[in-house]
């Protein structure tokens, strides 16, 4: 793990040990910035904050520093039908209408989606003004078969950023063990540890759709990066953020769209009491990018993280022991503080050099 090697150790008075990602240095990130983009294969339940982080990631893409390998999709949000549709709609809107987009592994067992949050069809409603789909849901391969095919072509190059429920993540790992150690990295938006849910008083979303995928996942290798909501509930984007975007080119198609996601998003977040009064919403999915392409904006941890499957008032609950003494069985690094402002300056300039250049 060499680029654990690289992660500065800052000795906090609680006695843990917070971490700053110090990709500057670290050799993988020194050949990325050398000109080879970073590969990337997202899984995502499109949904409001998933649409700007696909956005956020084209961009990169356009801009050189990454490249999309495959977008993976999954039931969470809305209905997975709606959640392949939209990723394939996104990207066409974007100019990546090339790239494959994987429809979700059908789970056992049902979960509530967020709709009320994101919409009925998961873009605020506003899916018809989006270029129509370029990809036929039935004729897509499945998310575990392209997860295991491009794991396996490129051992160690490819990273995996899952920004839903991670069961296609889990029904790769079932169907072939160890495939997920055989990405670049795992890196993952989900759970809480410090603070409420956002579905139950103790559990995230896309945790709690999912609880056992997350188990096998968490199981599947010790250095798992996670974004979760005492993150990303800091990284709120606002009226005058969106206006800062769209004023760059007001007439472009994507720059219309992020406007008025950002409305139906902000107004029911705010609906829900999630913004603190603030009008806007939380793009926790973009965080996980900026965890690769600008770590200098996040602090993680090291953790031994595990999810809470049979309680009765806490499933979906993600926890790590916060004792002080020896961990022996950490397997990941979760993120615990954010540069919210300069996350989401980041995340506008990129946006705008997306919009332009369509
Ligand atoms: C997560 O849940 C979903 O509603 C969002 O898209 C995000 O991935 C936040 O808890
Ligand atoms: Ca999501």
Redesign the pocket.
């Known amino acids: 793990m060499t680029k654990d090697l690289m992660r500065y150790l800052l000795p906090l008075t609680a006695g843990v040990a917070l971490i700053a990602q110090a990709s500057t240095t670290a050799a993988s990130d020194l050949a990325d910035r050398q000109g080879k983009p970073r590969k990337i294969l997202l899984d995502t339940?499109p949904?409001g904050?998933?649409a700007f982080a696909l956005f956020w990631l084209q961009s990169l893409a356009k801009q050189g520093r990454a490249e999309i390998v495959a977008v993976t999709t999954v039931g969470?949000?809305v209905q997975s039908q709606h959640t392949f549709a939209n990723a394939s709609k996104i990207l066409a809107l974007g100019g990546f209408e090339h790239i494959e987009v994987g429809r979700a592994v059908p789970r056992r067992g049902q979960a509530e989606d967020?709709a009320y949050?994101h919409g009925a069809d998961g873009m605020g409603n506003l899916s018809q003004t989006l270029p129509a789909s370029k990809h036929q849901l039935g004729e897509a391969r499945f998310a575990d078969q392209i997860i295991i095919e491009k794991l396996s072509a490129a051992p160690g190059e490819i990273t995996l950023v899952a920004?839903?429920p991670l069961s296609n993540l889990a029904a790769a790992e079932e169907k072939c063990p160890g495939i997920l150690a055989k990405a670049r990295e795992v890196v993952i938006?989900g759970g809480v540890f410090r603070q409420p849910g956002?579905v139950t008083s103790h559990a995230?979303?896309?945790v709690h759709y999912d609880p056992e995928a997350a188990q096998k996942v968490f199981a599947g290798r010790d250095d798992i990066v996670v974004l979760p909501?005492d993150v990303?509930q800091r990284v709120t984007l606002t009226t005058e953020r969106v206006e800062s975007i769209a004023q760059a080119s007001p007439r472009k198609r994507i720059a219309r769209f992020l406007a008025a996601l950002f409305q139906f998003m902000s107004k029911t977040s705010m609906g829900y009491r999630e913004t603190e009064g603030v009008r806007g919403f939380h793009v926790?999915?973009a965080a996980t990018l900026a965890y690769l392409f600008y770590p200098e904006t996040l602090l993680l941890r090291r953790a031994a993280v595990r999810v809470e499957t049979q309680g009765e008032w806490t499933r979906g609950q993600t926890v790590f022991d916060d004792r002080h003494g020896t961990k022996t069985d950490a397997n990941a690094w979760v993120a615990m503080q954010v540069d919210t402002v300069n996350l989401l300056a980041i995340l506008a300039e990129d946006l705008k050099v997306l919009i332009e250049a369509k």
């Open positions: 339940d949904g904050d998933d969470g949000n967020a949050i920004i839903g938006m956002n995230e979303f896309n909501l990303t926790h999915d």
